[in-house]
């Protein structure tokens, strides 16, 4: 069983920083891909910034030179920096973790944690 941990939303003013983070638990498997998605209001998901298993970082365009997507593969967490953050930041943020078990047969199944609301004030 996979559990996905999120923390580090809130509240904060245009320009401000916020972390967040997000663990995945469990046993038996290894982690692929990592990443982060965020669904403002009234809109659809969308990508905001994925990391691969080896580190190498994508962005959504809207995002570039603001926000960092690092991960901990000892600790299967995936962090999102943001910084100099802008009222249209606002939104839901979640996670999504592709988790690969092995066995007779191999599975690859992604993995969403619970969203975290991030607000960003004017």
């Known amino acids: 069983q996979v559990q996905l941990v999120e923390s580090g939303g809130g509240l904060v003013q245009a320009g401000g920083s916020l972390r967040l983070s997000c663990a995945a638990s469990?046993?038996?498997?290894?982690?692929?891909?990592m990443g982060w998605y965020r669904q403002p209001p009234g809109t659809q998901r969308e990508l905001v910034a994925t990391?691969?298993?080896?580190?190498?970082?994508r962005y959504a365009d809207s995002v570039k030179g603001r926000f960092t997507v690092s991960r901990d593969n000892a600790k299967n967490t995936v962090y999102l920096q943001m910084n100099s953050l802008k009222p249209a930041d606002t939104a839901v943020y979640y996670c999504?973790?592709?988790?690969?078990?092995?066995?007779?047969?191999?599975?690859?199944?992604?993995?969403w944690g619970q969203g975290t609301q991030v607000t960003v004030s004017a």
């Open positions: 990391i691969t298993s080896g580190g190498g970082p």
């Open positions: 999504k973790v592709q988790v690969i078990k092995s066995g007779a047969i191999w599975t690859v199944n992604d993995y």
């Open positions: 469990g046993s038996g498997f290894s982690i692929g891909s």
